[in-house]
């Protein structure tokens, strides 16, 4: 259960762990980076909030890590960073029959698979919401971070859509304080690549695949009366209209009581990449601060 | 002479440009990022500076484009960024006989070659403090932006090198107002890459070395009573102690009008990479913002 640490790297006024452990959930070991703050190091703080941020389709823990720069957000506001990998990975886990990066490795949908051959590994869900914060806290024994309670979760693309579904899921019990997405996934069950990905990890009963859209999940929880979900999408996404379709997520609300409560930024020329997450980092960090009590 | 824009990114408040240009000195088509602040985008200045900055080893205008994040700090304080390339590239360009990342493609160490096969095509002091400016002021034909007057010069590593002998041997004609570095090779004519890299495109003529070495060079110039020089080195750099050495810059200005005007910070436990250069960009950017008139 315990980590290894990889590399210990100085970055901004705090370090990127770089860590792998077996997991038990995934059957594999598990790679994830956690970015502890200028904070953390200095004690200014004797309780951090931990923000985790699912990554994108064919990402591991690196991309992020190098090119969205959290990291300066962390620092100034006091929260620590838990960047996961995207799938099991190894030898004996098996990819996509096609080939694709759509599926399989580095495209684990952050779901559990109940079909074979996938259902042995790609248990992505428990890994993800349950076995991975509490090794982290196992792992670190440090009061100061808080990896289980004043948490928060944000994703990019396929990491958007496993954000939002993950704080939908557990909304009963405020697993996750505070939710925000880039370019999510909002409605895989009506998309290609959620159809790949559900049909071959869920098999073809729609109600398997509902249990995880994020347009079905929020019809049937009950908004507090103050939550609200921050997503930005660039409109020069290739992805926005035929893959992300973030407008069918406040369709899905309309009469409910999320009406209103998803704020939906169209960013004009924004693509996919991150340069276009990077830009909107800072604001989902302060979104992220305020719902965590940091300001 | 004119460019083609590769693409046009949205990034922060501005736009990343992706050139290419057919390069007169080097022989071969170039590549160059441009970073054109928010300011430019919503005419908040008429005059924006450029700082140039020097990639190291084996990196294209990539790299710095999407890991070192000088974008947030141009949209700060006002400026535009140019990443040029590291050598001439293509298939009739020689590289290293000996196949390594150090000499060649990727290193063209921003000195003129006078050796053959280089010479031809490794003109890169010219091309980065000559043509290139010219070409850019030419292309854009604005003149909100000053790619020629009010500019900065900086880099790592090799670029590093690179932009304080093009700060030195520009002095006398103050063409940059500015020069910062971060884990320059200060003296290479004192270590391997240098060693390897001026032997290769200068020769073994010791006074052709000492035409880019930053360790004669500022002994040959008269400090104009204010100008500074900020290097940031971190101690966990692999390369510190046998490559770059910032160390032997200060003891090359000793008992000259340069002595106390080097400010070499030495960061602890921070290594090589970009984590490294992208923790101090800021502090960079607020001494090149305050060099070029922005504070």
Redesign the interface.
């Known amino acids: 259960m315990s980590f290894k640490v990889e590399s210990e790297?100085?970055?901004?006024?705090g370090k990127?762990l770089k860590l792998s452990h077996d997991s038990s959930k995934t059957g594999t070991s598990m790679n994830v980076n956690v970015y502890l703050p200028q904070q953390f190091y200095h004690k200014q703080s004797d309780k951090i909030p931990v923000i985790y941020y699912l990554s994108g389709l064919s990402c591991t823990p690196q991309n992020v890590s190098?090119?969205a720069?959290w990291q300066?957000q962390a620092d100034r506001f006091g929260f620590a960073m838990v960047f996961p990998d995207t799938s099991p990975r190894g030898e004996d886990v098996p990819g996509d029959p096609a080939n694709g990066w759509d599926f399989g490795l580095g495209a684990g949908f952050y779901v559990n698979a109940t079909q074979q051959p996938y259902a042995k590994n790609y248990q992505m869900f428990s890994y993800i919401h349950d076995e991975l914060p509490t090794v982290l806290d196992q792992f670190f024994k440090n009061p100061s971070l808080d990896f289980l309670d004043n948490i928060a979760i944000t994703g990019h693309s396929m990491g958007g859509f496993g954000a939002i579904a993950g704080f939908l899921k557990h909304y009963s019990s405020k697993k996750y304080k505070s939710c925000s997405a880039f370019a999510p996934i909002v409605n895989p069950s009506k998309v290609p690549w959620g159809e790949k990905a559900f049909g071959g990890y869920l098999g073809s009963d729609a109600a398997a695949w509902e249990q995880y859209d994020p347009a079905s999940l929020i019809q049937k929880v009950q908004n507090n009366g103050t939550d609200r979900i921050l997503i930005h999408q660039?409109t020069?996404d290739p992805f926005y209209r035929d893959q992300l379709k973030p407008e069918l997520l406040l369709e899905s609300v309309k009469g409910t009581s999320w009406e209103g409560k998803i704020d939906l930024e169209l960013?004009?020329?924004?693509?996919h990449?991150?340069?276009?997450v990077?830009?909107f980092v800072?604001q989902h960090a302060q979104f992220h601060a305020k719902n965590l009590g940091l300001i």
């Open positions: 790297i100085h970055c901004c006024g990127l190098e090119k720069f300066l660039g020069s960013v004009e020329g924004f693509d990449s991150y340069f276009f990077s830009s800072p």
